[in-house]
Nanobody, 126 residues
Framework: EVQLQASGGGLVQPGGSLRLSCAASGFTVDDYAICWFRQAPGKEREAIFCISGSGGAIWYADSVKGRSTISSDNAKNTVYLQMNSLKLEDTAVYYC???????????????????WGQGTLVTVSS
């Protein structure tokens, strides 16, 4: 069974950092494209960062450009999202999702991802 589990969220002050983890089971992350999405209160879920099966960053949203990095650890079958210089507007539930590459449309569409994690809440507040 293909499963994804996101973790690492929490309360952080503006300007702080967090590293989110997306642990995969039932498949190898190296064979998939994994994306991070987020859903802020009252807003639609949006894609923010994706990594290809080869381990290279392939796409990111302007909203996280220069503040976030994505990486994968094949030994742990986990994808990480490192977020720095967090802003109040980064407050959201963060989800990871997987699909067989290539991703057909950018920005990535929710409907193209069949495997989702349960989400982890990131709250940026002073």
């Amino acid at each position: 069974e293909v499963q994804l589990q996101a973790s690492g969220g929490g309360l952080v002050q503006p300007g702080g950092s967090l590293r989110l983890s997306c642990a995969a089971s039932g498949f190898t992350v190296d064979d998939y494209a994994i994306c991070w999405f987020r859903q802020a209160p009252g807003k639609e879920r949006e894609a923010i960062f994706c990594i290809s099966g080869s381990g290279g960053a392939i796409w990111y949203a302007d909203s996280v450009k220069g503040r976030s990095t994505i990486s994968s650890d094949n030994a742990k079958n986990t994808v990480y999202l490192q977020m720095n210089s967090l802003k109040l507007e980064d407050t959201a539930v963060y989800y990871c999702a997987g699909t067989l590459p290539p991703i057909k449309v950018y920005p990535p569409r929710l409907a193209d991802f069949g495997s989702w994690g349960q989400g982890t809440l990131v709250t940026v507040s002073s």
